[in-house]
């Protein structure tokens, strides 16, 4: 009985590894479409390109940030061409310590993504630094994550449903 059992599990385990359908695992993946790729990595790479730092032009202005990232996928066996990046960048003075942090996203697309834009960075602890130190910020990529771009409607409830 024990070897029967153990045949058996190996079995399942080489049709698992061989993508033979059992129990529906092709209508799982076909269910899941672009979602079934979540666990792997596209293993992408970053070039902050540009990152200006200004102080705020009066009081009740913010500092502003001009960047331009460049961002490319390593993994050349990554299945989706295009699906949806939201990065967290780390803002740091001229001794590498963290001030701030700012996130971004954008649409990776055959592998690239060039991110470029000028923010104003409301609430941030930058328009507390002297106007002197601002200029001299430097930009670091911390972290990123990443998603399928899955389109869906927006949710309508019905007019019976509530009153």
């Known amino acids: 009985m ?3 059992v153990s045949i058996i599990a190996v079995a399942t385990l080489a049709c698992l590894l061989s993508a033979c359908p059992l129990d529906g695992t092709s209508k799982l993946r076909a269910d899941l479409g672009p979602y079934q790729y979540l666990g792997l990595d596209p293993q992408l790479s970053f070039v902050v ?3 200006e730092f200004a ?14 990232i460049n ?3 390593n993994n050349k066996e990554f299945p989706l ?23 971004l996203s954008g649409e990776v697309e055959n592998g690239v993504l060039s991110v470029s834009d000028i923010d104003k960075l409301y609430g941030s602890n930058i328009g507390k630094l002297p ?7 430097k930009l670091k990529i911390k972290s990123y994550t ?6 869906h409607q927006p949710y309508v409830a019905s ?3 509530g009153g």
């Open 131 to 137: 106007a002197s130190q601002v200029s001299q910020l």
């Open 159 to 161: 007019a019976q449903a």
């Open 81 to 103: 061409p295009k699906y949806a990046v939201a990065i967290v960048g780390s803002i740091q003075d001229s001794q590498g310590a963290e001030i701030d942090t700012m996130r």
């Open 55 to 68: 102080p705020a032009e009066s009081q009740y202005s913010a500092p502003t940030l001009n960047y331009t």
């Open 71 to 73: 961002i490319k996928q």
């Open 146 to 151: 990443w998603g399928p771009n899955v389109e």
């Open 2 to 4: 024990k070897y029967f």
């Open 49 to 51: 390109q540009k990152a």
